[in-house]
């Protein structure tokens, strides 16, 4: 397999931890999107949408974290990252969804360079607009952890399932604008069992090879 990806995207960062959850070894092709390389031509002819991550398996290419993540658990069904009940899965798909549709598809690099080139947004103001959708998801997921029985060591029970893969990159990208964190305790303590599982520490994007490019 080849995941082609970049190191501080947050949608790369899910398909690494399910890559990495799954124990599935990968050829790594970096994607630098601060250098325009998602828009070459190159790229396009692998991703058309010229976004990461991409997973090329055995001449198939999927795009998408959401449907990489899936097609993963498909493929490589031990470990599961979906409980096996339809109340789980939907539970479990919601949280996910609330980070992929609800925050970061408002507030990544391709959005901020639209704020900063349509309207000319300062970086200070386009860190805001982030914020106020990072704190505003942040806090009605807050809830559907806190209030949930299904919650455990992790989003859903005890093993990290999707939604974990979905929040904890979403964190990450929460700490780097440097969000205070304390109003969300469950969102919280979960990343900290996340980051204390091997498969999230190999996926981090300090740990990646491009890492600083």
Request: hydrophobic share 45%; charged share 20%.
């Amino acid at each position: 397999m080849k995941l082609y990806n970049y190191w501080r995207s947050s949608a790369s960062f899910r398909a690494r931890i399910a890559l990495a959850l799954k124990g599935v070894p990968y050829e790594n092709v970096s994607v630098n999107l601060v250098a325009g390389e998602a828009g070459s031509p190159a790229y396009l002819a692998v991703n058309p949408q010229g976004v990461v991550p991409t997973l090329e398996d055995q001449g198939r290419l999927i795009t998408q974290s959401m449907a990489i993540c899936e097609y993963l658990d498909e493929t490589h069904p031990a470990p599961p990252i979906l409980p096996r009940d339809p109340a789980g899965r939907a539970r479990v798909r919601a949280i996910a969804l609330a980070v992929a549709c609800e925050i970061h598809a408002v507030g990544n690099l391709r959005v901020s360079g639209y704020l900063a080139q349509a309207y000319g947004a300062t970086e200070a103001r386009r860190t805001e607009w982030m914020a106020h959708w990072v704190l505003a998801g942040f806090g009605a997921i807050e809830q559907m952890l806190a209030n949930s029985s299904g919650t455990g060591r992790f989003c859903h029970g005890d093993t990290p399932t999707l939604a974990d893969i979905f929040l904890a990159p979403q964190v990450y990208n929460a700490r780097r604008i440097k969000l205070d964190l304390s109003p969300f305790p469950a969102i919280e303590r979960i990343e900290r069992a996340c980051l204390a599982h091997p498969a999230f520490a190999a996926a981090r994007p300090e740990a990646q090879p491009d890492a600083a490019q």
